[in-house]
């Protein structure tokens, strides 16, 4: 807390001499500088996290409620999550420079509040690191740990963020006397690192945008010609298109569905054979695949809108929810549910093609959902069967 | 001031509350204990091994010319092999086509250079800008100019 004001020091004993610093910036005017940017990453972090969460595992009172609009709203959250992310890892990074040496402050435990504030900051410190890294590990699909990463990348941030107010209440004198440059413990810091710190800034910036600038077309796609370090690019993939889960993965045969029938439930149930379904009136609809994983990929998709088929069966479009089951042998989102919204919006569609061609088979044919603001491992592929609910 | 002092206690306060929350998720997961070992690992790993050594590099640098330059580089390299770095050392295949399917190691060379070559150039505008201001400030009898002018980032203070 009180590392900028010079007071004699308790010599420790030399056997234990912690490191010395004679470098510079390891001060509270770069450590606010830039841990605000650091403080505003995670927060959209968290926010963005919360929204796909949500979306993903919805209580029970919000699973019919939510909203199917806008068209672009889960690909935008989730690339600001994964964005936002791999900058907070440079920013991260620069924030732990600054404040290294207080590691070794002298001596280590000075009172009980003193030590509480040390393993709060541990804490913020384990947790954040943490994030980043398996946040990092996850988007190129390695997981190299014992857990779950979803539950647990989920139950961290709510440990990381708190730390993080946690933190801005411990130290909001310092962040408020370091916050401006003429504000007074800014100024009572040595003039002459005034253009070192900046030059420091600078660069961190410059990193910022340099990692973004060469990941940011996974899902930006204007960006995509820079997209050279991200683990998606949006051309790439089966029909020019990533995809997630290969048919062959999810145990989907083009031999098995050589008996598909689509198979609606409702007041009026029916069954219909591909050549029925594709007699039906269509829809087109341009709307993109998003992951969580940060990529996304707009696209041009036609088919039967949902909310023929939900009508057909007898149900009420916009007021009933749909049940949707694939064909895939196993997985977590083989049965997927959507709201009245989302059935009911005029672009969800039981799509048939993709940018003009039949969907291929790791893109679910024979058909799949496509549906706007929607997490792609909720887009169900291999659909054979609708209930409406 | 006791607004300001209760609302310090509130922040705090909710931080508490969300960290609460947090340890409610992770001891509700099946292995809790391996979590622990992660956040105590991600911690040592960054106390103990990459900080020393940005230090260690830092170091490097002290006292050289151009050093915000060359510091800002290694920076900006910096994050762009951590970035890179899970793609380029993950075990196994990846799990599908369409997953990692770029030349990442080539990427990085290239882009690395890009960093290189801006890094180099910027020195050389430097060091000119730098002979130039000399020359006039004999002329002049003036020293170099302090600080300030075009924003592209000047504090390459050398000290």
């Given at each position: 807390m009180d590392v900028m004001t010079l007071r004699p020091r308790p010599t420790p004993p030399s056997a234990f001499r912690p490191p010395s610093f004679a470098g510079r910036l390891h001060d509270a005017r770069t450590a606010t500088a830039v841990g605000r940017w650091l403080g505003a990453a995670f927060a959209v972090c968290f926010v963005t996290g919360l929204v796909s969460h949500y979306l993903q595992h919805p209580p029970d009172w919000a699973a019919g409620r939510?909203?199917?609009?806008?068209?672009?709203g889960y690909r935008l959250t989730q690339g600001l999550h994964v964005a936002t992310g791999l900058a907070a890892i440079v920013l991260l990074l620069v924030k732990l420079w600054t404040v290294y040496p207080r590691l070794f402050v002298w001596p280590p435990v000075r009172s009980w509040r003193h030590a509480l504030e040390r393993l709060s900051v541990a804490v913020l410190v384990a947790a954040a690191l943490f994030q980043v890294l398996t946040g990092l590990l996850n988007i190129v699909e390695w997981y190299p740990w014992p857990f779950s990463f979803v539950p647990v990348h989920f139950a961290v941030a709510w440990i990381a963020t708190g730390s993080i107010l946690l933190h801005l209440a411990v130290k909001a004198p310092e962040i408020r006397a370091h916050w401006?440059?003429?504000?007074e413990g800014t100024l009572a810091?040595?003039?002459?690192?005034v253009r070192d710190r900046r030059s420091l800034l600078l660069g961190t910036g410059a990193a910022v945008a340099a990692v973004t600038v060469t990941t940011v077309g996974q899902a930006f796609t204007p960006l995509k010609a820079l997209d050279?370090?991200?683990?998606?690019?949006?051309?790439?993939?089966p029909q020019g298109l990533p995809v997630n889960r290969t048919a062959a993965a999810a145990g989907v045969s083009a031999s098995g569905l050589a008996a598909w029938r689509l198979e609606v439930t409702g007041p009026r149930p029916y069954t219909l054979t591909l050549a029925a379904l594709r007699a039906m009136p269509r829809a087109a609809a341009r709307l993109p695949i998003a992951c969580v994983e940060g990529w996304s990929v707009d696209a041009h998709w036609e088919g039967v809108p949902v909310r023929e088929l939900v009508e057909r069966a007898g149900g009420r479009p916009g007021r009933d929810g749909v049940r949707v089951v694939s064909m895939e042998t196993a997985g977590a989102y083989r049965v997927t549910e959507m709201g009245a919204d989302y059935a009911g919006d005029p672009l969800s569609l039981l799509a048939l093609t993709l940018n003009g061609q039949v969907l291929s088979l790791d893109h679910g044919f024979p058909a799949r959902i496509i549906v706007p603001n929607r997490p792609g491992v909720l887009q169900t592929k291999w659909v054979h069967r609708l209930e409406v609910l | 001031m006791r607004t300001a002092g209760t609302a310090r206690y509130a922040l705090g306060g909710l931080g508490v509350l969300l960290i609460g929350i947090g340890v409610r998720l992770v001891v509700a997961e099946p292995d809790p204990a391996g979590v622990l070992l992660w956040l105590a690992g991600a911690l040592v790993l960054h106390d103990g091994i990459l900080a020393p050594l940005v230090l260690a590099v830092g170091l490097l640098l002290v006292g050289r010319r151009h050093r915000g330059t060359l510091r800002g580089a290694l920076v900006v390299a910096g994050g762009l092999v951590l970035v890179t770095l899970p793609l380029l050392v993950r075990p196994g295949e990846p799990p599908n086509p369409s997953a990692l399917p770029l030349p990442y190691g080539r990427n990085l060379a290239i882009v690395l250079a890009v960093v290189a070559a801006g890094t180099t150039a910027r020195v050389l505008v430097r060091r000119r800008r730098e002979r130039a201001q000399r020359d006039d400030g004999d002329a002049e009898g003036a020293?170099?100019?302090?600080d300030g002018g075009a924003g592209g980032g000047r504090g390459d203070g050398d000290d």
């Open positions: 939510l909203p199917s609009r806008p068209v672009w401006g440059r003429r504000s810091l040595p003039a002459e690192d050279l370090l991200a683990p998606r690019h949006p051309d790439h993939g | 020293g170099g100019a302090g």
